[in-house]
């Protein structure tokens, strides 16, 4: 039989897609070399996640990475990839990773205007269950003159150029917000290798029906969290109580908030005081992506975006997802904060 399904032939691709938004803001072409750079990264350890197994990439490679996590293979191929690829595409000066202690600092030859911070593989825990994990990435300006040097990564999120985040889970998405416009997602079309435009400025509800955080650490939790989940899974109007989704990757969880609505959270506790999330390459991104769709990111006192960073690693609270759910905690937390 002849196979008389329709055929694309004027494709929206991500590089067209990013192409023409710069053509729109006079731009030099550099962002477009950097995000293609990354998208090659990405499609990279699309294939490397899909073939871990038989490739014997799955297991601890004997070592912690910064933050205390214990390091998988996937996640030194995954760094690696994305320092090399954003290292050559002459649009960076300074990259952040998870995976190192200290910023990498560009070659002089090899230095472009922009600065990227990067969780190459988040959720990496989850890698030998095979549940989807992510590579989130926030990208700045260089604000100033100076050699560049890990401080001028220290900006708030207000600062972004653009952010986002690839999960690789049924299949491949790219999730990409920019300053000047709203946030799209991009599909992997592993027929012709390039990431397909499916969803043009997408927005968050409202309100969503789920709640996703580790109940597990309930022991731990303020009294605001405690009763926020009370209501949510005892509604006192009557109405139908929220569902309870948790993956433990917070890009799946994230990209789950986005698409049904609802709320997200990681909240300081007592065991973590200061949170557990990392702001530049984690919270950041994700607040950014958040609120460009029309929701909401905090940490229950200030918005995600307009914290001044102190350190490239640190740790902040965050809550996210449909304003009407974040703004509901706020409430809860404002109460409890005023006794």
Avoid at 137 to 143: E, P, V
Avoid at 309 to 324: A, C, K, M, N
């Amino acid at each position: 039989m002849t196979d008389r399904s329709a055929f694309d032939t004027n494709v929206i691709t991500m590089t067209r897609f990013v192409m023409e938004e710069g053509r729109r803001a006079k731009g030099t072409g550099e962002f477009t070399q950097l995000l293609n750079s990354l998208c090659t990264a990405i499609k990279a350890i699309s294939t490397a996640v899909r073939k871990a197994g038989i490739a014997n990439l799955y297991g601890i490679a004997g070592s912690t990475n910064v933050t205390g996590d214990q390091v998988k293979k996937l996640d030194i191929l995954s760094n690696d990839l994305v320092i090399n690829m954003l290292k050559s595409s002459f649009s960076t000066c300074v990259i952040v990773s998870e995976e190192n202690k200290d910023a990498v600092i560009v070659e002089t030859e090899k230095r472009g205007k922009y600065i990227v911070c990067i969780d190459p593989l988040d959720g990496s825990s989850n890698i030998d269950c095979l549940v989807s994990i992510g590579t989130i990435f926030a990208i700045y300006r260089k604000m100033s003159p100076d050699e560049p040097s890990g401080k001028d990564a220290l900006q708030p999120g207000r600062n972004l150029v653009a952010a986002g985040y690839a999960l690789y889970g049924s299949a491949t998405m790219l999730v990409l917000a920019t300053s000047a416009g709203g946030v799209n997602c991009f599909m992997l079309d592993p027929a012709i290798g390039e990431f397909i435009l499916v969803d043009r400025d997408v927005k968050i509800k409202k309100k969503g029906n789920i709640y996703s955080l580790n109940e597990g650490y309930a022991k731990y939790f303020d009294p605001a969290v405690t009763e926020y989940l009370k209501k949510k899974k005892f509604p006192e109007d009557g109405s139908s109580p929220y569902g309870g989704r948790y993956i433990g990757s917070m890009v799946a969880d994230v990209h789950r908030t986005l698409v049904y609505g609802g709320i997200f959270l990681y909240p300081a506790n007592s065991k973590s005081p200061k949170g557990k999330l990392r702001l530049l390459y984690e919270c950041n991104p994700m607040a950014f992506v958040i609120e460009k769709a029309g929701g909401i990111a905090t940490t229950g006192h200030q918005a995600i975006l307009d914290i001044v960073p102190e350190d490239i690693h640190q740790r902040v609270p965050v809550v996210l997802g449909s304003p009407d759910d974040v703004k509901e905690y706020l409430e809860i937390v404002k109460k409890h904060s005023a006794k």
